[in-house]
Every structure is written in structure tokens, then in C-alpha cells.
């Protein structure tokens, strides 16, 4: 399987067990919002928005979906109470430790996981 198949592997693996079915607008959220958490860094939306290339407006709606989902959860900045911090929960952090075996499994065997 070369690189663009496995790379689709992961992307169903996402779709399945993330629950991402028709948008990638919160892989793509999530991956910043885990990303700024393994470098024990504050999250703020004004980051994260200007992390990514989609409207504040679409990125407002993903957080308040994955929020609903228990993905990520967000907090008032004390330094800034209109800039909140967003953080991955308990949840979310599993699943990203279970995306990565899965990754690893796509790249080191080159056959599709399953979940």
C-alpha cells in the first residue's frame, strides 16, 4: 500500500472512531488543540483560530460540537474573558493514544487497521 492508501487508512480510522463522517474541520481542530497540549502550552481560541485556515465563526461551531462529543472542553482566561482556553479531555486523549497505535500499525504493516 503506498502513502496516499495509508494515509486514507487513517482517515477512515478517524471517521470511524472519531465519529468525523463529513468534515475534517475537527481532525483538523483537534490535531492543534492536542499539538499545544503535549507542549504544555495555553490554548487560547484567538490560537487556535489563527492556527487554522477556516472562519471563526466555522472553528466556534466545531469546538461547541466536539464539546458536546466530551472531546475537548473550554474554560474562561483568566487573562482575557473573552478569549477562552480550550483543553482535550480524558476522552480525547485515549483516543488520540488509540489513533497512534493505529498509525503506527498503518505505516509499520502497510495493511488497513481495524478498530
Known sequence: MGIAGRALSLRQWVQKNMGFVTSMVSYDVILVVCSHHERDEILTMKRLNA????????????IRSLEAM????TQENEADRRNAVVRPTAKLLELMSRFGEAARSVYASGVQTAA
Do not use: A, D, P, Q
Open 70 to 73: 466530551g472531546l475537548v472542553e
Open 51 to 62: 492556527s487554522l485556515s477556516y472562519s471563526v465563526s466555522h472553528i466556534r461551531r466545531t
